[in-house]
């Protein structure tokens, strides 16, 4: 009887045993749980984690209207940078910011949708006559220049400076040819069709003395390893500005400035220069548009009047 008392002690001895082993055990895998769950940077890890997830499902960027179909070239497809006002900088005693270019937009279509009067592929006859180009300077305001193959577009077709700057191929009636830019405007009575040659471009179709000769013409975009430049005007400033592109390869239709309430397209003058009479932009970036419709958009122009600010620019070859 006392052996059967004692086995029962020893069998509730074990139960109790293993009930508080069991008991310590699930408090032991309670705390370890709360330790990982209020363990520092936790949920911190957790958000990195859910923002790299929307960082992956971005969209790619949608490339600017007129981009080239299928092209795979970065600067077709990046849209515009923002960047500080240049004029801004130079208030606060820093260098200037150099001339950055920040978009590229190619068009698909080969056809001049912003051409004037003078269009591409098509041939105008008129005829030639010749003066003395001085300095090579003229009504489109480029200033002097060692260029020397140059002409002056009859009122006409100069069409408020839309010409300036513009490749043309004149041809003789016996074939002789010569390539001139466009750097001055041939004042009424020049009649349309009619070009003004430099003595030097004239002297590559006929005899000086010949004085004024039958031609066709037409609009070229040549080769060039030159970039575009800008040129704000004398006497501009963050309140009026006037700003002028030099050195492009096919003819300017459009410049227009970055403001706050978005991109503003500039009046054209006869005397070349995109003018904003109340400087809204001046200062900023600016876009740039050519008769094909090729946009160039370049950051980092400062007002620094009379000053060639080079870009790293070119419209491309039609």
């Known amino acids: 009887m006392k052996e059967t008392r004692q086995a029962a002690r020893r069998r509730r001895h074990r139960l109790r045993l293993l009930i508080g082993t069991a008991v310590a055990l699930i408090t032991a ?29 971005t969209g790619t960027a949608t490339p600017e209207r007129g981009a080239r179909a299928g092209s795979a070239s970065p600067t077709a497809t990046r849209s ?46 008129g005829v030639a006559t010749t003066y003395d180009a001085g300095t090579g300077d003229g009504a489109c305001s480029f200033g002097p ?3 020397v193959m140059t002409a002056a577009m009859n009122h006409t077709d100069y069409e408020t400076s839309k010409a300036c700057g513009a490749y043309v191929l004149v041809r003789a009636a016996d074939g002789a ?40 013409w037409k609009l070229l975009s040549p080769g060039a390893s ?50 904003a009479e109340d400087g809204a932009g001046c200062g900023g970036t600016v876009r740039i548009t050519d008769i094909y419709g090729e946009r160039l958009t370049v950051g980092g122009i400062t007002v620094r009047p009379d000053t060639v600010q080079p870009t790293r620019l070119q419209f491309a070859r039609h």
């Open 29 to 57: 895998v309670a705390l370890v749980c709360l330790v990982v769950a209020f363990r520092p940077g936790h949920q911190a890890d957790a958000g990195h984690a859910a923002d790299a997830t929307a960082a992956g499902s």
């Open 226 to 275: 030159d970039t575009i430049a800008v040129r704000y005007k004398t006497g501009s400033s963050r309140w009026w500005c006037a700003i002028q592109v030099i050195g492009h390869r096919n003819p300017v239709a459009r410049l227009e400035l970055r403001t706050a309430g978005g991109w503003r397209r500039l009046p054209r003058t006869d005397y070349n220069y995109f003018l």
């Open 177 to 216: 040819s010569v390539t001139v830019r466009i750097t001055n405007e041939c004042p009424l009575p020049c009649a349309p069709g009619q070009l003004d040659l430099s003595a030097q471009a004239f002297a590559e179709l006929a005899s000086p003395s010949a004085g004024r000769i039958p031609v066709t």
């Open 80 to 125: 515009p940078r923002t960047t500080a006002s240049p004029s801004a900088a130079a208030d606060a005693g820093t260098a200037p910011a150099r001339p950055s270019a920040s978009a590229t937009s190619r068009p698909a279509a080969t056809g001049a949708s912003l051409a004037g009067r003078i269009r591409p592929g098509v041939g105008y006859r």
């Open 145 to 147: 220049s060692d260029d």
